[in-house]
T-cell receptor, first 119, second 117 residues
Framework: AQTVTQSQPEMSVQEAETVTLSCTYD???????LFWYKQPPSRQMILVIR??????QNATENRFSVNFQKAAKSFSLKISDSQLGDAAMYFC????????????????FGQGTILTVHP | DSGVTQTPKHLITATGQRVTLRCSPR?????VYWYQQSLDQGLQFLIH???????AKGNILERFSAQQFPDLHSELNLSSLELGDSALYFC????????????????FGPGTRLTVL
């Protein structure tokens, strides 16, 4: 079974600064997808960024980028020019690409990292 | 707004009771997923339906059941409720498999907060 670990329960950053959230995962599969979701106080789950394991190039979405290290099974999220609206719980998630598996579609989440942004 | 709707937003009930949570996926999405978020267990996958058929099952209790109807909306039924069932229940949907776009991206609804007293 796949597991996702976020070792930082809480992180803080000054507005306009850069912060990196860590995520490691364990899997025996070679093809999968990785995601970062944001959960603000409203509790809505919002997709921030996604990465396909077969792609070597790290995904970027505006101020958000990832450092995907497949061999190390590491998937960190970098938030540049942090804004007050970035304050939220961030979840790293794994999804198998095996359409025939018994857990097809399942997102496996880490424990989450609470990000505080100081003005 | 993700386009996924869930009703009710809040539900307060007593132990031993039965409740039904409802989810309407985004227009055109055939897949519906249910997740439970609790303080103890974090975010956990419960079940996945695709076009009316069960595709995958997670750590869903036998007291819980789900179905997806021909109009693609889904219901999660929770029975013999216990205090530990208090949680935020999310529904998510994703596009039809094999289509262009992001078939592997799941769009989450706002959740139903269940409180069991």
């Amino acid at each position: 079974a796949q597991t996702v670990t976020q070792s930082q329960p809480e992180m803080s950053v000054q507005e306009a600064e850069t912060v990196t959230l860590s995520c490691t995962y364990d899997t025996s599969e070679s093809d999968y997808y990785l995601f970062w979701y944001k959960q603000p106080p409203s509790r809505q789950m919002i997709l921030v960024i996604r990465q396909e394991a077969y792609k070597q190039q790290n995904a970027t979405e505006n101020r958000f980028s990832v450092n995907f290290q497949k061999a190390a099974k590491s998937f960190s999220l970098k938030i540049s020019d942090s804004q007050l609206g970035d304050a939220a719980m961030y979840f790293c998630a794994y999804r198998s690409a095996n359409a025939g598996g018994t857990s097809y579609g399942k997102l496996t989440f880490g424990q989450g990292t609470i990000l505080t942004v100081h003005p | 707004d993700s386009g996924v709707t869930q009703t009710p937003k809040h539900l307060i009930t007593a132990t031993g009771q039965r409740v039904t949570l409802r989810c309407s996926p985004r227009s055109g999405d055939l897949s519906v997923y249910w997740y439970q978020q609790s303080l103890d267990q974090g975010l956990q996958f419960l079940i996945h339906y695709y076009n009316g058929e069960e595709r995958a099952k997670g750590n869903i209790l036998e007291r819980f059941s789900a179905q997806q109807f021909p109009d693609l909306h889904s219901e999660l039924n929770l029975s013999s409720l216990e205090l530990g069932d208090s949680a935020l229940y999310f529904c998510a949907s994703s596009p039809q498999e094999g289509t262009s776009g992001l078939p592997n991206e799941q769009f989450f609804g706002p959740g139903t907060r269940l409180t069991v007293l």
